[in-house]
Structures are given as structure tokens and as C-alpha cells.
């Protein structure tokens, strides 16, 4: 076979981070009753609270913000869209938001399947832009640790993907090189036009079936699809 080693995105990928997210951020804007503080129902505040944060994410992506400010602001900014709420509140949120989500363990379709085919013919790794403490927790939580020998997180080193400095540190933990890796992920421009710039093939995972003008190596836009183009 030609590839040996296959890094994978965590988030989107194979921790389905919408639904863990979505269910984390209702439970607690029950717990603190910010419909009625707030004078905003749940699916307002989500609808701004997705969109700054995307916003935020971006910009921690091309090191324009750091981590501390990026867990902070999207919430400041969420809730102040609909008016005052006193910074205690805010921070208890953020601090409750970092604790409960990374513990749900919600998975995209089709990932254990995959990687319990995948796993005794390759080795199999994670390289993320996701926080190393809330990394592991996803991991080990929902049962996806077991299948993984290198985990790197973009904050373990400072870069973040689609940097190609992460690309090759991954690579070198886990003595690859790049004619044997194959990284498969869900956003392109990240994962797989990342991958692509550091002389890596990838696998675009595109389930919403975007329309794209890239060239990936392989597309699917069901993780179960990997299975016929790397099985045996």
C-alpha cells in the first residue's frame, strides 16, 4: 500500500464538534436562564454566538488572537449583542462551556467503522488546531484515543494548519514521511490545501457537498467511503 500514515483533523471529522457544542451551549443557557436575562430565545443567541466565533477562529488560525482571548471574546461579543450582561456571568459561561463540551461524545457518522478498519493496516494519527487540554478530554471520552499514536495540537507548537511547520512536525513525531502520509480532514482550505502545500496527499471529507474549485487528491462525502480506497 502506499500510504502507511494517516493523519486525520479531530473537529468535524470524526468529533462531531456541532452537535457536542450545540448540546453543551443549551444546557447551560437553561442552567442560567439567559432567555429570560436576555430577552433572546436559545436559537438567536446560537445564530450569533456560531458566527463570531467563526470570525474569532479565523483570526486564531492566521495568529492574529490568541487562545485566553479567543475563549473569551466569543461569548462577551455573543451576549452583548443582545444587551448587557455583567462579566461574571460571561466568564462563569466560557468556564463552564470549556469543561462540559470537550465531555460530550457525540461522533460523525461512520467514524468508528472507519477507524477500526483502518487501524490494522495503518498507523493512524491526529493533527489539530484545537486546544491540547480539551483535545485529549474529546478523545479519551468518546473512545477515539485507543486508535491514535501521534496527537499534535497546533498550540503544542504555536502554528496552526494550514501552516505547513505542523504538517511536518506531525511527520517527524511519527517518523513519516510525506510519500506515505495521506491527510484526511474536512475543511479545505485547512486540512486539505494545507496538506497539499506541504507535499502531502489528502482525502477532502465534504458532507454538505460544497462546491469547491480545488483538486484534492480523493473526496467523499461519507467517512465510510475512505474504507474502498485504502482497505485491502
Not at 500510504?3 to 442552567?31: G, I, V
Not at 494519527?125 to 468518546?142: D, M, P, R, Y
Not at 502531502?200 to 465534504?206: A, E, L, P, T
Request: charged content about 25%; aromatic content about 10%; overall charge negative.
Amino acid at each position: 500500500m502506499k500510504y502507511q500514515h494517516l493523519f486525520f483533523d479531530l473537529d468535524h471529522t470524526l468529533w462531531d464538534f456541532e452537535t457536542n457544542s450545540q448540546e453543551a451551549l443549551l444546557d447551560l443557557y437553561s442552567k442560567h436562564r439567559l432567555a429570560d436575562r436576555l430577552e433572546a430565545p436559545v436559537e438567536d443567541f446560537l445564530n450569533t454566538y456560531y458566527q463570531i466565533n467563526d470570525e474569532l477562529w479565523a483570526q486564531y488560525r492566521e495568529g492574529l488572537l490568541s487562545k485566553e482571548a479567543l475563549r473569551h471574546l466569543r461569548f462577551q461579543r455573543a451576549f452583548h449583542s443582545f444587551g448587557p450582561l455583567d462579566e461574571k456571568t460571561i466568564a462563569q459561561f466560557e468556564k463552564e462551556y470549556m469543561l462540559l463540551a470537550p465531555q460530550k461524545t457525540a461522533l460523525m457518522p461512520g467514524t468508528l467503522k472507519l477507524l477500526s478498519r483502518l487501524k490494522p493496516h495503518y498507523k493512524l494519527h491526529i493533527i489539530t488546531n484545537g486546544f491540547a487540554e480539551t483535545q485529549a478530554v474529546k478523545l479519551a471520552g468518546s473512545g477515539l484515543s485507543p486508535f491514535f499514536d501521534v496527537v499534535l495540537c497546533s498550540d503544542q507548537i504555536g502554528v496552526n494548519k494550514p501552516e505547513s511547520k505542523i504538517f511536518v512536525h506531525a511527520m517527524n513525531l511519527a517518523q513519516a514521511n510525506r510519500k506515505s502520509s495521506l491527510m484526511i480532514g474536512d475543511n479545505l482550505q485547512v486540512d486539505v490545501m494545507g496538506a497539499k502545500k506541504a507535499g502531502i496527499d489528502q482525502v477532502y471529507y465534504n458532507p454538505k457537498k460544497l462546491e469547491h474549485s480545488q483538486k484534492p487528491t480523493f473526496e467523499v462525502t461519507a467517512l465510510e467511503e475512505i474504507i474502498p480506497l485504502l482497505c485491502p
